[in-house]
């Protein structure tokens, strides 16, 4: 069955700091895969969909990049700010329709 | 728009209740699903709807049943809670039942059953 791991489960890093999170898949072979923001309390809110055809995605101080050979994407916030503490996941197509499988998430804590 | 919506926030049930989660979406979305959250185990899908009238099981749905009678409402039924039911409960939707569309969540249903 399809495996879904976001190695480390939290992240501390410095202020101005460029912070990865890594999401790695295993026996599937994805169309595309999502990331998604998740503060405390509160729902998921999308941040970025990469097809397998795009190796990079940009957008503001976010990058995500996507090698399907090694069945792996990697997350990265630039200058990171104390307001990108968040949990951070990554999302995969599930079995029909628009269904999605989710990692169990990387905790970033950025300190001032 | 409110986007997505649901109710209660949070809710204690004893075992053997009965209750129904409520989501609505005002965004004429075609695409809406039902997740739970549980620590360490990511989100997990329970139930999902490609329209109107149109249901069908996710991952998880043993315990739950969903009805779509409306494009803007998903309720999620528990018939009869067991403590394995606590959990987080968030509702989603997009605009097509299509993949690769970015998905819009509620703020979420904090369960406990004792």
């Known amino acids: 069955s399809q495996k879904i791991e976001q190695n480390s489960e939290a992240l501390n890093i410095q202020e101005g700091k460029t912070a990865t999170l890594t999401c790695n898949y295993t026996n599937y072979s994805p169309a595309y895969l999502q990331w998604y923001r998740q503060d405390p309390g509160r729902g998921p809110v999308f941040l970025l969909l990469?097809?397998?055809?795009?190796k990079e995605k940009r957008k503001e101080r976010l990058k995500v990049t996507f090698d399907t050979t090694l069945k792996q994407s990697l997350f990265h916030i630039t200058a990171s700010q104390p307001a990108d503490s968040a949990t951070y996941l990554c999302a995969l197509p599930g079995d029909g329709a628009n269904n999605l499988f989710f990692g169990t998430g990387t905790r970033l804590t950025v300190i001032p | 728009n409110a986007g997505v919506t649901q109710t209660p926030k949070f809710q204690v049930l004893k075992t053997g209740q009965s209750m129904t989660l409520q989501c609505a979406q005002d965004m004429n979305h075609e695409y809406m699903s039902w997740y739970r959250q549980d620590p360490g185990m990511g989100l997990r899908l329970i139930h999902y709807s490609v329209g109107a009238g149109i249901t069908d099981q996710g991952e998880v749905p043993n315990g739950y049943n969903v009805s779509r009678s409306t494009t803007e409402d998903f309720p999620l039924r528990l018939l009869s809670a067991a403590p394995s039911q606590t959990s987080v409960y968030f509702c989603a939707s997009s605009y097509s039942r299509g993949q690769g569309y970015e998905q819009y969540f509620g703020p979420g249903t904090r369960l406990t059953v004792t």
């Open positions: 990469i097809r397998e055809n795009e």
